[in-house]
Protein backbone atom coordinates (compact mmCIF):
# COMPACT_ATOMS: atom_id res chain seq x y z
CA UNK A 1 0.00 0.00 0.00
CA UNK A 2 1.09 3.55 -0.49
CA UNK A 3 2.44 6.06 2.05
CA UNK A 4 3.90 9.06 2.07
CA UNK A 5 5.49 10.90 5.07
CA UNK A 6 6.86 14.66 5.71
CA UNK A 7 8.69 15.88 8.39
CA UNK A 8 9.68 17.74 10.56
CA UNK A 9 6.40 17.29 12.01
CA UNK A 10 7.11 20.97 14.21
CA UNK A 11 9.34 23.31 14.19
CA UNK A 12 9.98 27.04 15.31
CA UNK A 13 11.98 29.36 13.21
CA UNK A 14 13.11 32.93 13.19
CA UNK A 15 12.37 35.47 10.88
CA UNK A 16 15.25 35.52 7.73
CA UNK A 17 16.11 31.50 8.49
CA UNK A 18 16.25 28.80 5.95
CA UNK A 19 13.94 26.37 5.49
CA UNK A 20 13.34 22.68 4.13
CA UNK A 21 10.37 20.66 4.94
CA UNK A 22 10.57 17.01 3.22
CA UNK A 23 8.31 14.59 1.61
CA UNK A 24 8.17 10.59 0.82
CA UNK A 25 5.99 8.66 -0.88
CA UNK A 26 6.18 5.03 -1.06
CA UNK A 27 4.87 2.05 -2.44
CA UNK A 28 3.76 3.80 -5.59
CA UNK A 29 5.83 5.53 -8.86
CA UNK A 30 5.19 8.57 -11.10
CA UNK A 31 2.93 10.00 -9.06
CA UNK A 32 1.62 13.97 -8.62
CA UNK A 33 2.88 15.82 -5.45
CA UNK A 34 1.80 18.74 -4.07
CA UNK A 35 2.70 21.24 -1.20
CA UNK A 36 -0.38 22.96 0.07
CA UNK A 37 -0.57 25.35 3.26
CA UNK A 38 -3.41 25.73 5.29
CA UNK A 39 -3.28 29.17 7.44
CA UNK A 40 -5.61 29.08 10.97
CA UNK A 41 -8.95 28.19 11.02
CA UNK A 42 -8.94 28.69 7.38
CA UNK A 43 -9.11 26.38 3.71
CA UNK A 44 -5.96 24.37 1.95
CA UNK A 45 -4.26 26.57 -0.44
CA UNK A 46 -2.16 24.91 -3.39
CA UNK A 47 1.31 26.19 -3.38
CA UNK A 48 2.78 23.70 -5.69
CA UNK A 49 2.42 20.48 -7.55
CA UNK A 50 4.99 18.21 -9.55
CA UNK A 51 3.71 15.84 -11.87
CA UNK A 52 7.63 14.57 -12.93
CA UNK A 53 11.21 15.11 -11.82
CA UNK A 54 12.75 18.65 -11.95
CA UNK A 55 9.02 19.57 -12.76
CA UNK A 56 7.55 21.89 -10.40
CA UNK A 57 4.53 24.40 -11.03
CA UNK A 58 4.01 27.49 -8.69
CA UNK A 59 0.37 28.31 -7.95
CA UNK A 60 0.62 31.52 -5.83
CA UNK A 61 4.01 33.71 -5.68
CA UNK A 62 5.30 33.70 -2.38
CA UNK A 63 8.92 33.35 -0.57
CA UNK A 64 8.91 29.84 -0.92
CA UNK A 65 10.10 27.44 -3.82
CA UNK A 66 10.04 23.99 -4.22
CA UNK A 67 11.93 20.81 -5.90
CA UNK A 68 11.72 17.68 -7.26
CA UNK A 69 15.03 15.66 -7.15
CA UNK A 70 13.65 11.99 -7.03
CA UNK A 71 10.36 10.65 -8.26
CA UNK A 72 9.23 10.34 -4.64
CA UNK A 73 10.66 13.05 -2.53
CA UNK A 74 9.31 16.78 -2.77
CA UNK A 75 10.93 19.14 -1.02
CA UNK A 76 9.47 22.60 0.32
CA UNK A 77 12.43 25.07 1.04
CA UNK A 78 12.57 29.15 1.72
CA UNK A 79 16.01 31.18 1.88
CA UNK A 80 14.76 33.59 4.22
CA UNK A 81 11.60 33.00 6.02
CA UNK A 82 9.03 35.84 6.81
CA UNK A 83 6.54 35.94 9.42
CA UNK A 84 3.70 35.06 7.21
CA UNK A 85 5.02 32.25 6.34
CA UNK A 86 3.57 30.49 9.73
CA UNK A 87 1.12 28.14 8.93
CA UNK A 88 0.24 24.17 8.63
CA UNK A 89 1.82 22.89 5.68
CA UNK A 90 0.66 19.70 3.74
CA UNK A 91 2.33 17.57 1.45
CA UNK A 92 0.10 15.38 -0.89
CA UNK A 93 0.37 12.53 -3.88
CA UNK A 94 -2.16 11.09 -6.42
CA UNK A 95 -1.85 9.02 -9.24
CA UNK A 96 -1.30 10.63 -12.79
CA UNK A 97 -4.37 11.31 -14.79
CA UNK A 98 -5.19 7.80 -16.85
CA UNK A 99 -3.22 5.85 -14.12
CA UNK A 100 -6.28 5.15 -12.56
CA UNK A 101 -9.11 7.59 -13.43
CA UNK A 102 -12.23 6.93 -11.24
CA UNK A 103 -11.65 9.08 -8.01
CA UNK A 104 -7.58 9.31 -8.28
CA UNK A 105 -8.04 10.52 -4.37
CA UNK A 106 -5.23 13.18 -3.58
CA UNK A 107 -3.78 12.10 -0.33
CA UNK A 108 -1.95 14.00 2.70
CA UNK A 109 0.70 13.39 5.17
CA UNK A 110 0.78 14.15 8.40
CA UNK A 111 1.62 17.51 8.00
CA UNK A 112 4.28 19.87 9.35
CA UNK A 113 3.54 22.96 11.29
CA UNK A 114 6.01 25.65 10.91
CA UNK A 115 5.78 28.93 13.27
CA UNK A 116 7.88 32.17 12.00
CA UNK A 117 9.13 34.15 15.16
CA UNK B 1 -14.67 33.79 -7.49
CA UNK B 2 -15.29 31.51 -4.54
CA UNK B 3 -15.26 27.34 -6.42
CA UNK B 4 -16.05 26.06 -3.36
CA UNK B 5 -18.67 27.56 -0.67
CA UNK B 6 -19.12 25.80 2.98
CA UNK B 7 -21.42 28.05 4.41
CA UNK B 8 -21.49 26.54 8.36
CA UNK B 9 -18.25 27.47 9.84
CA UNK B 10 -19.49 25.21 12.93
CA UNK B 11 -22.16 22.58 13.87
CA UNK B 12 -22.89 21.04 16.76
CA UNK B 13 -25.10 17.10 17.00
CA UNK B 14 -25.62 14.95 19.03
CA UNK B 15 -24.16 11.23 19.13
CA UNK B 16 -25.83 8.83 17.19
CA UNK B 17 -27.88 11.63 15.11
CA UNK B 18 -27.77 12.18 11.57
CA UNK B 19 -25.90 15.42 10.56
CA UNK B 20 -25.90 16.95 7.11
CA UNK B 21 -22.83 19.55 6.02
CA UNK B 22 -23.53 22.21 2.61
CA UNK B 23 -20.94 22.53 0.15
CA UNK B 24 -21.50 24.57 -3.65
CA UNK B 25 -19.54 24.79 -5.76
CA UNK B 26 -18.45 26.11 -8.86
CA UNK B 27 -17.42 25.01 -12.26
CA UNK B 28 -17.90 25.45 -16.06
CA UNK B 29 -15.98 21.99 -16.90
CA UNK B 30 -18.29 19.14 -17.30
CA UNK B 31 -15.73 17.01 -15.94
CA UNK B 32 -15.05 17.30 -12.26
CA UNK B 33 -14.36 15.20 -9.13
CA UNK B 34 -16.15 16.23 -5.60
CA UNK B 35 -14.11 15.40 -2.04
CA UNK B 36 -14.79 15.20 1.17
CA UNK B 37 -11.95 15.12 3.76
CA UNK B 38 -11.68 15.28 7.80
CA UNK B 39 -9.62 16.80 9.61
CA UNK B 40 -8.83 16.22 13.74
CA UNK B 41 -7.32 18.36 15.76
CA UNK B 42 -3.99 16.04 14.96
CA UNK B 43 -4.00 18.37 11.52
CA UNK B 44 -3.86 15.08 9.01
CA UNK B 45 -6.20 15.53 6.19
CA UNK B 46 -8.56 12.16 6.17
CA UNK B 47 -10.53 11.30 2.83
CA UNK B 48 -13.79 10.25 3.19
CA UNK B 49 -15.26 10.50 0.10
CA UNK B 50 -15.89 11.15 -3.73
CA UNK B 51 -18.28 11.93 -6.23
CA UNK B 52 -17.73 12.07 -10.02
CA UNK B 53 -19.56 14.41 -11.87
CA UNK B 54 -20.69 11.77 -14.28
CA UNK B 55 -21.54 9.62 -11.24
CA UNK B 56 -24.89 9.13 -11.34
CA UNK B 57 -25.66 7.53 -8.18
CA UNK B 58 -24.75 9.14 -4.73
CA UNK B 59 -21.62 7.86 -3.68
CA UNK B 60 -21.52 5.95 0.07
CA UNK B 61 -18.94 5.25 2.43
CA UNK B 62 -20.08 3.09 5.00
CA UNK B 63 -21.48 6.04 7.31
CA UNK B 64 -20.62 8.85 5.09
CA UNK B 65 -23.07 9.26 1.98
CA UNK B 66 -22.65 12.67 -0.63
CA UNK B 67 -25.99 14.39 -1.80
CA UNK B 68 -24.74 15.32 -5.26
CA UNK B 69 -27.55 17.51 -6.72
CA UNK B 70 -25.89 18.67 -10.35
CA UNK B 71 -28.11 21.12 -11.15
CA UNK B 72 -28.08 22.90 -8.15
CA UNK B 73 -24.05 22.45 -7.76
CA UNK B 74 -24.41 20.67 -4.58
CA UNK B 75 -22.37 18.16 -2.93
CA UNK B 76 -23.78 18.22 0.50
CA UNK B 77 -22.11 15.41 2.72
CA UNK B 78 -24.02 13.23 5.59
CA UNK B 79 -22.96 11.61 8.46
CA UNK B 80 -25.21 9.54 9.91
CA UNK B 81 -25.34 8.34 13.25
CA UNK B 82 -22.65 10.58 14.66
CA UNK B 83 -19.78 9.10 16.98
CA UNK B 84 -17.60 11.38 18.79
CA UNK B 85 -14.16 10.45 17.02
CA UNK B 86 -16.49 12.05 13.97
CA UNK B 87 -15.39 15.70 15.76
CA UNK B 88 -13.69 17.47 13.69
CA UNK B 89 -13.41 19.79 10.60
CA UNK B 90 -14.91 18.82 7.64
CA UNK B 91 -13.56 19.90 3.94
CA UNK B 92 -15.33 20.04 0.45
CA UNK B 93 -13.03 20.10 -2.56
CA UNK B 94 -13.38 20.05 -6.63
CA UNK B 95 -11.04 18.52 -8.56
CA UNK B 96 -11.63 20.55 -12.20
CA UNK B 97 -11.08 18.88 -15.16
CA UNK B 98 -9.09 15.52 -16.39
CA UNK B 99 -5.54 16.65 -16.87
CA UNK B 100 -4.05 17.42 -13.22
CA UNK B 101 -5.54 16.53 -9.54
CA UNK B 102 -5.10 19.88 -8.23
CA UNK B 103 -7.85 20.55 -5.90
CA UNK B 104 -10.13 23.71 -4.23
CA UNK B 105 -10.91 23.57 -1.11
CA UNK B 106 -13.90 25.31 0.91
CA UNK B 107 -13.22 27.22 4.05
CA UNK B 108 -14.05 23.79 5.67
CA UNK B 109 -17.18 23.26 8.84
CA UNK B 110 -16.28 22.48 12.28
CA UNK B 111 -18.48 19.59 13.55
CA UNK B 112 -18.75 18.79 17.14
CA UNK B 113 -20.54 16.01 18.62
CA UNK B 114 -22.40 15.95 21.49
CA UNK B 115 -22.37 12.63 24.49
Known amino acids: SQTIHQWPATLVQPVGSPLSLECTVE??????LYWYRQAAGRGLQLLFY??????ISSEVPQNLSASRPQDRQFILSSKKLLLSDSGFYLC????????????????FGEGSWLTVV | AQKITQTQPGMFVQEKEAVTLDCTYD???????LFWYKQPSSGEMIFLIY??????QNATEGRYSLNFQKARKSANLVISASQLGDSAMYFC????????????FGAGTTVTVRA
Open chain 2, 27 to 33: TSDQSYG
Open chain 1, 92 to 107: AWSNRPGQAFSGNTIY
Open chain 2, 93 to 104: AMREGTNDYKLS
Open chain 1, 27 to 32: GTSNPN
Open chain 2, 51 to 56: QGSYDE
Open chain 1, 50 to 55: SVGIGQ
